[in-house]
């Protein structure tokens, strides 16, 4: 059906899009790529030899990284187990014939529109703050002494925060799914005698599969990046225990200007994250055919 | 599930659901009542707080001190100019690709996804080197153009699969009956695609205004929007619970209320169309 006319528009239409994602992902990548095998630190003016691989030596042997490869991976971890399965609880109690379901949805899924500065600065003044804080208070009202949050559990604590934001996007995902589940098949499931736990274990849970593979594979892609919550709440600290990954390469790059160890730091995210990508693109590449 | 239940085990579900979605939201409606107590009363127990007397005072001291409007401008024009002119930029693309498919346009569609999963940190310092040697740094200019890229895929994405729903026959029709592309585009495509591309210009906006990645490491208090604004609370001097409290409330009841009008666009948008 397309002619050779409309199939040249449709390239001249094509394009410019293409042209600017390439520039944006070509150009700042083979910089990121060629920085990190030099010397180069902003606060030594001069010439940025060529190092090879010295800076991912540094990088990657500072006790620094461990932590945060540690970290990061109790973060992402820890979010996603929170999310999926408080997710999926959620999910099917909103699924269930309630009065003002459409009122409860509003608030379940707000926590997700509320910038990431915002929900950090509220979680640790009103909430974790062990003087003025909502939990401080209500220690002293049952007689237990304040718990610290951010200062004795820090990776705990914005585990709790970010799992915070993110359980509304598990559960709009997980109800979206659970709507799209033919109720047909429910009751002629019943009608053979299949009881309620049968009836979840065979039907609901192999439909939802899909739709937790989708919500683990893109929250995992945004959750290895989180980077607000820390930089407000404690800086990484104390020490390096809640620095993730994306914080230690940030507090090389413009903390101490180090180019060459933070572009070093920059590779190293970058190949992580494509570990997960690789798997999240084949499942939506799979979609873009049914 | 249009199944039966007793009324009875209908105001048990209601009652446990209603726990939970007020458990959710309850720091967001904390914060509101925060922001209209005075600094004093913001501190106290909890009961204290609500009986204590209401007020906007908070209100107009953000305003007065930091020139809150400023941001709020700022976080506008980023948002807002991000999301139209990668709009301008997506939707020819994702036209073309649904309606003139070529044998290399899934691979094109799967090559702009991967883009997004380049991690920001890791692209950091050239764009912020690249910034400074232009003079872009702590300006709108920067941000808009940063936030429109990251957010392209997702737009042309978005746009994509709404276009791959309208029917073709009725472009063939229009075809068949003489309108020329100019036509067909203009008034048979155009009202079939407002919907999908006001979906898409609300979701995108909602990303771009919460975006704190690129807003954080690259402005400072000219061009700072509302996010990297409420994270100069981070270091407070003195009593700030209320004032913080009006300021975050001011800087995320838009974005909520656009945010619930968006709800089911969301799944869509942020799932590439995976889940909907």
């Known amino acids: 059906m397309s002619t050779k006319a409309s199939r040249s528009a449709a390239r001249a239409m094509i394009s410019p899009s293409v042209l600017l994602l390439l520039c944006w992902m070509v150009v700042p990548l083979a910089m990121t790529v060629w920085f990190s095998l030099l010397r180069y630190n902003l606060l030594m003016p001069g010439a940025h030899p060529f190092v090879g691989l010295e800076n991912y030596q540094y990088f990657v042997s500072d006790p620094a990284f461990t932590d945060a490869i540690v970290n990061t991976l109790l973060l992402v971890g820890g979010v996603l187990l929170i999310t999926v399965v408080g997710g999926v609880l959620l999910a099917l109690l909103l699924d269930l014939p309630i009065w003002g379901q459409g009122i409860v949805r509003i608030m379940v899924i707000a926590p997700f529109f509320v910038m990431p500065t915002v929900s950090a600065l509220v979680w640790k003044n009103m909430f974790f703050d062990p003087v003025n804080g909502l939990f401080g208070h209500l220690a002293k009202t049952i007689g237990v002494q304040p718990y610290d949050f951010l200062a004795q559990a820090p990776l705990a604590s914005i585990i709790g925060i970010v799992s915070w934001q993110w359980l509304p996007f598990a559960t709009l995902i997980l109800l979206t799914a659970l709507q799209s589940l033919d109720s047909e098949q429910l009751e002629a499931a019943e009608m053979d005698g299949a009881g309620a736990f049968a009836r979840f274990y065979h039907i609901v849970v192999p439909h939802l599969a899909r739709a937790v593979t989708v919500v683990i594979l893109i929250q995992t892609i945004f959750l290895l990046s989180v980077f607000a919550e820390i930089f407000v709440t404690t800086n990484g600290g104390p020490g390096t225990a809640s620095t993730n990954l994306t914080y230690l390469i940030y507090k090389e790059s413009l903390l101490s200007f180090d180019v060459g160890t933070g572009s070093a730091g920059g590779v190293i995210a970058i190949i992580l994250a494509n570990i997960v990508a690789i798997f999240l693109m084949r499942m939506i590449g799979r979609n873009l055919d049914a | ?276």
């Open chain 2, 1 to 276: 599930m249009a199944r039966a239940v007793t009324p009875r085990r209908k105001a048990f579900n209601t009652l446990a659901a209603w726990i939970v979605g007020v458990l959710v939201f309850f720091p967001i409606l904390w914060i509101v009542i925060l922001s209209f107590k005075t600094e004093g009363d913001a501190i106290k127990t909890p009961l204290a707080v609500l009986s204590a007397p209401w007020t906007m005072e908070s209100y107009a001291v953000v305003q007065e001190r930091s020139d809150y409007f400023r941001h709020f401008w700022n976080s506008v024009v980023i948002s807002l100019g991000s999301t139209v002119i990668g709009l301008v930029i997506a939707v020819p693309s994702a036209w073309a690709m649904a309606f003139v498919p070529g044998r290399r346009t899934k691979d094109v569609l799967m090559w702009m996804l991967s883009t997004k999963m380049l991690p920001p940190v890791g692209v950091l310092l050239p764009i912020y080197l690249i910034c400074q040697s232009l003079g872009l740094l702590d300006t709108k200019i920067a941000l808009v153009v940063i936030l429109m890229l990251i957010n392209l895929p997702i737009m042309i994405w978005m746009l994509y699969t709404y276009f791959k729903e309208i029917p073709r026959d009725i472009l063939e029709a229009a075809r068949m009956d003489g309108a020329s592309l100019k036509e067909e585009v203009l008034y048979v495509l155009l009202p079939m695609a407002v919907p999908g591309i006001a979906s898409t210009l609300l979701l995108n906006i909602i990303l771009a205004w919460n975006e704190s990645f690129w807003t954080l490491n690259l402005t400072a208090a000219k061009a700072a929007p509302l996010t990297a604004f409420i994270a100069s609370y981070s270091s407070p001097e003195g009593l700030f619970y209320a004032k913080l409290s009006a300021a975050s409330t001011m800087a995320i009841a838009p974005i909520l209320i656009m945010g619930w009008f968006s709800q089911k666009q969301l799944v869509r948008g942020l799932t590439f169309g995976a889940v909907k």
